[in-house]
């Protein structure tokens, strides 16, 4: 996918990808049995992800404009939320996402979190699966092929035509700059999270948009 990023922008976006594979793979070592010697390695090594990942944010700050981000986030959020179907109760995910070393990380934080997963590559891939009753898509932005943004707007389209309820698209992309952000939220992407991300954030974001008491019809 083609970007009109600055080049702090590409360079976080060069970061944030790997550091999640990294980030991933100890938290995934983190349920296996390990001695206390190992454990202590693992701590280490997600107390040193966290500060780069701080030094990356530093760096960020240096090129956007403060609370930019946010305002176009939560103004196009609102609107959506404001028209909102009650999403289904179904427990199936189904993600994109290219790199098999995240794959693996994903696929053991909705275990956990008690989902079951549906992962492919591609958004071309993803296809098969609209017709799953599905309780959210998560998708990378970034895929070889037709992006996530591509992927959420034909999703978008099989709902109208088929008179389906929406549900929640969430994206997790390593691009930061607002510019792919709001290019999101015009797409019916309802959510837009940044690498790296952990089983906790994964949790708190599938909370708020799935399973909702309280949401409107659109």
Request: glycine share 4%; charged share 20%.
């Amino acid at each position: 996918m083609k970007s009109t990023t600055t080049p702090i922008n590409q360079l976080s976006h060069q970061l944030r990808t790997p550091l999640m594979g990294i980030l991933g793979c100890a938290q995934i070592l983190q349920h296996d049995s390990l001695t206390s010697p190992q454990s202590r390695h693992v701590s280490g090594i997600l107390q040193a992800g966290q500060q780069i990942l701080q030094c990356i944010k530093m760096i960020e700050q240096l090129n956007i404009k403060k609370n930019v981000k946010k305002k176009v986030t939560n103004e196009i959020k609102n609107s959506q939320e404001s028209n909102w179907m009650k999403a289904n109760s179904d427990r199936s995910i189904l993600l994109i996402e290219d790199n098999q070393v995240i794959q693996g990380f994903y696929e053991m934080a909705f275990k956990n979190l008690g989902y079951t997963v549906h992962i492919v590559s591609s958004a071309e891939e993803a296809v098969a699966f609209f017709n799953n009753n599905l309780a959210a898509i998560i998708t990378d932005i970034g895929l070889q092929g037709k992006s996530g943004i591509d992927l959420a707007k034909e999703y978008r389209r099989f709902e109208k035509i088929n008179k389906t309820s929406r549900i929640p698209i969430i994206a997790i992309t390593a691009y930061t700059d607002t510019v792919i952000h709001k290019k999101c939220m015009k797409a019916g992407i309802n959510e837009v999270v940044t690498k790296p991300v952990l089983q906790e954030q994964l949790k708190t974001v599938l909370n708020q948009w799935i399973n909702l008491s309280q949401i409107k019809n659109i």
